[in-house]
């Protein structure tokens, strides 16, 4: 077994968890929907959102939670708005 390996799933599934419910509570406050959220291996890139309406985010986010909030998931969840959510 890979430790590493066995860490980092489980920090991508706690990033989803909260990815998924914090992605839910902004987007009701804003009256958009998104179809999915997703967590992904980003390089260059925090999240982005579709026109498709997923969102997605890097798993890495996950060690900012606290800092989370107040920024990026709401400007997220608003940018629907410009996809015509």
């Known amino acids: 077994m890979d430790i590493e390996k066995v860490l980092v799933s489980f920090l991508?599934?706690?990033a989803l968890s909260f990815f998924q419910e914090t992605s839910k509570e902004y987007a009701e406050k804003l009256g958009v929907q998104f179809s999915k959220v997703a967590v992904r291996d980003n390089s260059t890139r925090w999240g982005s959102?579709?026109?498709a309406q997923h969102?997605?985010?890097s798993w890495r986010l996950?060690?900012?939670?606290c800092?989370?909030?107040?920024?990026?998931?709401?400007t997220k969840s608003r940018t629907?708005?410009?996809?015509g959510s």
């Open 62 to 65: 996950g060690f900012a939670r």
């Open 55 to 57: 969102l997605s985010y």
């Open 12 to 14: 991508k599934q706690e």
């Open 49 to 51: 959102c579709s026109s």
């Open 80 to 83: 629907f708005k410009i996809h």
């Open 67 to 74: 800092m989370l909030p107040g920024t990026l998931l709401p």
